[in-house]
């Protein structure tokens, strides 16, 4: 019997104890990549990467999202062709309690402000 053909289509992501807070302030300091973050946190679930209309090339939104991925703030999943994308919230709240909700705040407050 073989495996699944889904197998060879994992993505690799940090265990929770390898999130480290210097990756995930990184990968935050980003404002593509916070943009996509803060699009995720106001949704139940998951979004495609075809659902984000960024103002990037699609080699560039690939990398955003892998640095999201590598740094444990997303999690990267296939569903049938389509990559779907989910916040790892309630991982990063554990380790890093406030920080999110913090930032997503601030970012917040941020685009309201002309210019932002």
Do not use: W
């Amino acid at each position: 019997m073989s495996s699944p053909a889904v197998s060879n289509r994992d993505l690799p992501h940090p265990a929770s104890d390898e999130i480290r807070l210097e990756g995930v302030l990184h990968a935050l300091s980003d404002p593509m990549r916070l943009r996509i973050v803060r699009e995720l946190a106001g949704v139940t679930g998951e979004l495609s990467c075809s659902d984000f209309e960024l103002p990037v090339t699609k080699s560039t939104t690939t990398h955003h999202f892998r640095v999201l991925r590598e740094s444990g703030v997303i999690r990267q999943v296939y569903r049938g062709t389509a990559k779907m994308n989910g916040l790892r919230r309630d991982e990063l709240d554990a380790l890093f309690p406030g920080l999110m909700a913090a930032l997503l705040d601030a970012a917040a407050r941020q685009h309201a402000r002309p210019g932002g």
